[in-house]
């Protein structure tokens, strides 16, 4: 609307200033599903540019089978329209993938004020592809096996801290929580649960 | 595009083209397949930790799926999109091992011994698998294995702590995850069994060797067994051919429950 106004008057919009300010309404869109995450706190928004005109959108799905990843375009359409841009478009670009590195710290710490654990460090390294190709057994050799019993006694596996009291002494309740992204664990000093956002 | 690689294939361009749909056919089809088996769990799982599981990992597979099979349409040309592909083929035009398409269990009972264990041995695969095509000539397919290799490190690790759990676990849950392997190991050899499609697309850079990935396979897989106290069976000649589209009497049953809306409701979109 405001758009409108602006562009309403005889003074051309530099282009520069009006694409920065599409990234800014972009960018201030929220995770359908963690709603204290902006896309920018995420990091999935890769470019915002004008074509001719059309503001295009370039995001990267998260998981590939996220059902956050529609809803996201969606939003990222109705914010733009709200702001005067109609008929924005929303590209998705799978390269380079996604990683839970590629959250601002930001994000992190708005995560953990949330009750939320944010991400360790992604296992593979994270980013881009291309780290070795076929490799030895032991370079894909992921399975850490946890035993049923007493627990808490790995340390080493990059455990999250207590996203409330800051402890380190956590266990695994469930792999899966409560979505895709979650893993479910429980604070031994605190005694609360809390979801832990898993490094992908 | 590849116009070089094509020219030194044998059969030519057309019967590389061919070769690399029906290759991401196979991958699209094994996705799709397993990914519904796993839907049905929803809603009858033996717990809810694992009911979440098992359905966070169709969901990763279905959308492996769709980026596969959305690739393999554009690639065809005919305006056939995922949809299509997913719903509106028959059963013969599927490419997907024969493993991914059995039931849960002994196709009167679900068993949950069965369904992790099949997870295990095809993830084992999946993680050799995408780690290789993330060097395939073809960007999209490359695009596609570097997002999905990382999901299926998460289907092993989740798969093959069960197997350790149940395997080295009480005396039925043990005697259950052998029979699960007696069952489901002759399937595994169709993994390794080259033909036209596998040498015409690894020869022009776009896919791998399937054969070729054995030893990491193996590697992984009896370092769980062992973990499990499990007994690896002997290697049978029985040969299953979903991957040709000679399936066993399973897949006519999923596809009937998993495309029966679309066909009932053709173009609807909600």
Redesign the interface.
């Known amino acids: 609307m405001d758009r409108a106004a602006d562009s309403g008057g005889s003074v051309p919009i530099a282009a520069d200033a009006t694409q920065a300010r599409a990234r800014a309404v972009v960018a201030a869109v929220t995770d359908p599903e963690i709603p204290v995450l902006t896309l920018d706190d995420l990091g999935v928004l890769r470019d915002v540019r004008l074509d001719a005109g059309t503001v295009v959108v370039t995001v990267t799905p998260t998981y590939t089978g996220c059902p956050a990843t529609g809803v996201i375009a969606q939003d990222i359409r109705a914010a733009l329209a709200d702001a005067g841009w109609p008929d924005a478009r929303v590209d998705i670009a799978l390269t380079p993938p996604w990683s839970t590195d590629w959250m601002s710290d930001a994000g992190r710490r708005k995560l953990r004020d949330y009750g939320i654990a944010p991400p360790g460090p992604a296992a593979d390294g994270g980013g881009t592809s291309g780290n070795g190709t076929s490799g030895g057994a032991a370079s894909v050799h992921p399975v850490h096996l946890v035993r049923r019993g007493p627990t808490a006694a790995t340390a080493a596996t990059g455990q999250p801290e207590c996203p409330r009291c800051s402890s380190p002494r956590v266990e695994r309740l469930a792999e899966h929580g409560s979505t895709a992204c979650k893993a479910l664990y429980r604070c031994l000093t605190c005694r609360e649960p809390f979801d832990y956002f898993k490094p992908y | 595009m590849k116009s070089t690689t094509c020219d030194a294939t044998p059969g030519g361009p057309a019967a590389l083209a061919a070769a690399h749909l029906d290759y991401l056919l196979r991958l699209g089809d094994n996705a799709l397949v397993l990914g519904q088996r796993l839907a049905e769990w929803c809603g009858h799982a033996p717990v809810l ?1 694992e009911e ?2 098992l359905t ?1 990992v169709s ?6 799926a ?2 596969l099979l959305s690739h393999a349409g554009q690639l065809e040309g005919r305006g056939r999109d995922e949809d299509a592909l997913a719903f509106l083929r028959d059963e013969g035009a599927f490419r997907n091992w024969t493993l991914m398409e059995l039931p849960n269990g002994d196709g009167r009972h679900d068993d949950y011994a069965v369904t992790i264990l099949r997870n295990a041995l095809a993830s084992a695969l999946h ?2 698998l995408w ?2 095509l ?2 395939s000539s073809d ?2 397919l ?10 299926a ?2 289907h ?3 798969a ?2 069960w197997v ?2 149940l395997g ?1 676990g009480t005396d039925l849950s043990h005697a259950r995850m052998q029979a699960a392997l007696e069952r489901l190991w002759p399937y595994t050899q169709e993994f390794w069994s080259e033909d036209e499609t596998e040498r015409r697309v690894s020869a022009a850079g776009i896919g791998v060797l399937t054969a ?2 054995r ?2 396979w193996e ?2 897989v009896a ?2 067994l062992t ?1 499990a106290t499990l007994t690896r069976p002997r290697d049978t000649g029985f040969l299953s051919t979903g991957k040709l589209g000679r399936h066993s009497e399973h897949l006519g049953y999923l596809l009937a429950e998993m495309q029966s809306l679309a066909r009932q409701h053709p173009g609807a979109a909600w």
């Open positions: 930790e979440l599981a966070n969901l990763d597979l279905i959308g492996q769709r980026l993680v050799a780690q290789a993330t060097d960007e999209q490359a695009a596609i294995a570097a997002r999905s290799v990382k999901e490190r998460a092993l690790r989740h093959g702590e350790v759990r080295d070729s990935l030893p990491q590697a992984t370092d769980l973990r």
